[in-house]
């Protein structure tokens, strides 16, 4: 049975797709500008907290949010939109709410240029493995023919070919990379941020009507991503910046991806795209909180 939330579809003009797209492409392409290779290769060669981040990401995230799905039995498109936003891998937000949570932001910055670079195949695997997985929307990812090479293409498109050009600026070109890096990443943050704010805007009638469905779930969600990063870490005794990078790496995910893929490949099930945008403007307010919580933290202890 096809829910109404299933059929309702934003209002978004399939222009703004390609604006959205540039819009992720130049995040991604400041995360690439701002990685050190130094910082980098420190980073690899102590992969510890790397791997916590990664299979965090990768395994744990989705895993879990699976079970929170069989726990909850949300409808069918929303559902489908939670295994979408735990299959895309962090977002370079994280590493501004790192930044204020006097995280590693090293780690930061290279988990999400690892996680990046990972996703051209996790993310199409796991939105294909987990939502076939689950019935409900095993019958969704068959009704729009998911083809997970054409998932892989977008992400290739819309986030690796960013990353390919702004590591090369930044080993070829150094100086250029170090003029337009403090401009590209700001201007991204802030045209992201416009985007969703107006899609929010636009379709603010559709979320005050619907946002019943979604609002617990998502916040659910985003605990256990949260957690998931807090409470490995911390089991593995990682040192107490990492903790903070990986705890937001894994609770602050790239929601402009999945609202891409969800306009690219599930136009016609609103609940994928609510979930996604809904995302993007919730986890803006737990990372805040989070962050402020750690230095909430860091002052109790200098005090």
Not at 20 to 36: F, P, S
Not at 73 to 87: D, E, H, N, R, T
Not at 136 to 146: G, I, N, Y
């Amino acid at each position: 049975m096809i829910h109404e939330l299933d059929a309702m579809r934003l209002k978004f003009d399939p222009g703004m797709m390609i604006y959205l797209k540039m819009g992720l492409g130049l995040i991604m392409l400041g995360v690439a500008l701002d990685i050190d290779i130094e910082d980098l290769k420190s980073i690899l060669k102590k992969p510890k907290s790397i791997i916590v981040g990664v299979v965090g990401q990768f395994v744990f995230l989705p895993l879990l949010t699976f079970i929170l799905i069989w726990i909850f039995k949300p409808i069918p498109s929303v559902a489908l939109g939670l295994i979408l936003v735990a299959a895309c891998p962090g977002g370079n937000f994280s590493n501004l709410f790192t930044l204020l949570a006097k995280g590693n932001t090293a780690l930061s910055v290279g988990l999400t240029f690892i996680a990046t670079v990972l996703a051209l195949f996790m993310t199409p695997f796991n939105i294909t493995f987990w939502g076939k997985l689950y019935p409900p929307t095993a019958k969704l990812v068959e009704q729009v023919s998911l083809n997970p090479t054409e998932v892989a293409q977008t992400v290739f498109i819309v986030l690796g070919i960013p990353l390919i050009i702004g590591m090369w600026l930044k080993v070829k070109k150094p100086n250029i990379a170090a003029r337009v890096q403090g401009f590209i990443k700001k201007f991204s943050i802030i045209f992201i941020v416009a985007l969703i704010g107006g899609a929010f805007a636009t379709n603010f009638d559709l979320f005050a009507k619907y946002i019943h469905y979604i609002i617990i779930i998502v916040a659910v969600q985003n605990f256990i991503a949260l957690g998931t990063g807090f409470v490995s870490s911390t089991l593995l005794k990682l040192p107490e910046k990492n903790r903070r990078a990986i705890t937001l790496e894994i609770g602050i995910q790239n929601s402009g991806l999945g609202l891409a893929l969800a306009f690219e490949f599930f136009h016609d099930l609103g609940g994928v795209a609510l979930v996604c945008a809904w995302w993007g403007i919730w986890h803006a307010l737990s990372g805040t909180l989070v962050a402020f919580l750690f230095q909430r933290k860091d002052n109790r202890l200098k005090a």
